[in-house]
Each structure stands twice: as C-alpha cells, then as structure tokens.
C-alpha cells in the first residue's frame, strides 16, 4: 500500500480560498503594507510579526480567523516591504505606528494576536491603550527578559542575512524559527530574501534591530509590574521546542497577567503559529470569541 502523499505546502496554498486584500496605507507618512481579511463588519484582530518580519507569517492563519474578525496583518514600520525611515524602531515607535494604522482603517477597538516582537509591542499597546484592545494572543513574546546570548545570537543572524542575503544565509534563519525542516517552506525564505535584498534594509538593519542592545532593550522592557497591570483577557501560547529565553518569558508573564492562560504548543518553535496552525487556529478562534 502506497503511503499517503505529503500535502504541498506553499503560501498560496493556505490563500488561495481565502478573500483578502493586500495595499499600501499613508500611516503618518510611512506607507506601510496592509493585509486584510474578513468582513470589516466582523469584530477587529490586529496580527504583528516579529523582528525582521512581514504579515505573510499569518498566512496559515488568516482563512479561519476571518470567517470571525475583521484582520489586519501588517508589515510594521521598518519591516517588510513598508517604508523603512531613518531613526531607531523601539516599542514606542511601533506602538505609535499600529495606532496609526487603526486610525487610518477607521478601527476603534481590536483584539491582538502578536509574535514575539510583536508580542511585545501588542503588550505595550495594551497598556497604553486600554481602552482599544478587548483580548490578546502571544505567540513565544518578547519583552520581559532578555539574555546577552540571544541578543548577540539575533543581531548575528539578522545581520549576516541581511549583508550577505543568499538563500543558504535566509534559510539559516528559519532553522531557529520553525522546529520541522518540511515548514521551513521555500516561500517564505523566497520571500525573506527579496525583503532583505532591498537596498533600505540594509541601510536601516541597524534600527531594526536596536532592541538587541542591551541598553535599548533595558529600557523598553516591561516590568514585571507592567505585565501584572494588563487588563485585557490573554491567551499565551508556550513552544515547547522554542529557546528557553521564550519559553521562560511565555509562562512567566502567563503567570503575572491576572487574567491569562495558557495553550501548550510542545513540538513546534518560535513560529508556533505557522508551524501547526490547525492546532493554533482552533486555540485562538476559541478563546477570542468568547464573551
């Protein structure tokens, strides 16, 4: 008997069904890259990537949480195909940056599903914006702890891909990010290197990845006060095959949002999301449609 054959896997495949629109918005003078999906009459869901990322991470994602929500998936300022300006990317910018974008897209209110970076800056806007966020989803966040070792190792990585962007230096990346060698699908690695072979990158990967020095990533960081104060209704989910950095971060703040839970994800790493998202999706369309 022939073994079952191993599905295609490719960014297209997990859009083809699905409704949505990619364009460009002015976001206080940044043209930034905007996907969404979903009926703008549906509830809002904001989707932020991590450090060096695009909306495509949500790909996998974006078919089953817009038949709910209302998504917008962005490439934030400094990343992906937005505009890159020239000054340093800290929380407080990117948290200015996705106000910015709601308020262009007419959004009031939005529940949160970040990634790591993002994760972090869904957590900050939390706390500046209460009043616009009803439930958070955080995938392997950032923002509590932060290691020598792994700043040093990130701004490495980053850096090399993005001064020598071959695909052998791309794929490296996506070594740390994705547990399973049969996701770290060549779509996504096409679509890193075309990000990284743009001549703003290169002039801006210092900015971007300001937050891996110690002194910028220090005073960006949330007390443990400042996760505890997070009133928003969270969801934390916990990559068991992720860097410890993050699975420590992921079940510490966990534990200090009063209102938090966790979703165990053991067998994938730090893009839990994109790695199983039928596991993911059913976590995430579960708890934020609860009411």
């Given at each position: 008997m022939t073994a079952p054959e191993t599905p295609y896997r490719s960014l297209w495949t997990s859009l083809m069904d699905v409704s949505f629109r990619q364009h460009w918005i002015d976001v206080d003078g940044v043209s930034t890259r905007v996907a969404e999906a979903g009926s703008p009459d549906l509830p809002g869901l904001v989707l932020l990537?991590?450090?060096?990322?695009?909306?495509?991470?949500?790909?996998?994602?974006?078919?089953?949480?817009?038949?709910?929500?209302?998504?917008?998936?962005?490439?934030?300022?400094?990343?992906?195909?937005?505009?890159?300006?020239?000054?340093?990317?800290?929380?407080?910018?990117?948290?200015?940056?996705?106000?910015g974008v709601m308020d262009a897209l007419g959004l009031q209110r939005a529940s949160f599903i970040g990634m790591s970076l993002g994760a972090w800056v869904s957590a900050r806007f939390a706390l500046d914006h209460p009043d616009r966020i009803d439930r958070l989803v955080l995938l392997s966040p950032a923002g509590l702890i932060a290691t020598e070792s792994n700043m040093a190792r990130i701004r490495a990585e980053r850096?090399?891909?993005?001064?020598?962007?071959?695909?052998?230096?791309?794929?490296?990346?996506?070594?740390?990010?994705?547990?399973?060698?049969?996701?770290?699908?060549?779509?996504?690695?096409?679509?890193?290197?075309?990000?990284?072979?743009?001549?703003?990158?290169?002039?801006?990967?210092?900015?971007?990845?300001?937050?891996?020095?110690?002194?910028?990533?220090?005073?960006?960081?949330?007390?443990?006060?400042?996760?505890?104060?997070?009133?928003?209704?969270?969801?934390?989910?916990?990559?068991?095959?992720?860097?410890?950095?993050?699975?420590?971060?992921?079940?510490?703040?966990?534990?200090?949002?009063p209102d938090a839970e966790v979703f165990d994800m053991p067998e994938v790493r730090h893009w839990p999301h994109f790695e199983d998202p039928e596991a993911f999706n059913e976590a995430a369309v579960r708890f934020l449609t609860q009411r």
């Open positions: 990537h991590g450090t060096g990322g695009h909306w495509e991470t949500f790909a996998p994602n974006l078919k089953a949480l817009s038949q709910h929500f209302h998504c917008v998936a962005i490439d934030m300022v400094g990343n992906g195909f937005s505009d890159k300006p020239d000054y340093d990317y800290e929380i407080a910018v990117y948290v200015d940056h996705v106000r850096t090399k891909a993005v001064q020598d962007p071959t695909w052998e230096s791309i794929k490296a990346m996506f070594d740390h990010l994705i547990a399973d060698e049969r996701n770290r699908i060549p779509d996504v690695v096409a679509l890193r290197q075309a990000i990284y072979r743009q001549p703003e990158t290169l002039q801006v990967i210092d900015h971007v990845l300001i937050l891996q020095d110690p002194a910028a990533r220090d005073r960006n960081l949330l007390t443990e006060a400042q996760w505890s104060a997070i009133k928003a209704p969270t969801l934390v989910v916990a990559s068991g095959k992720d860097h410890g950095e993050y699975q420590s971060t992921a079940r510490r703040v966990a534990a200090l949002i």
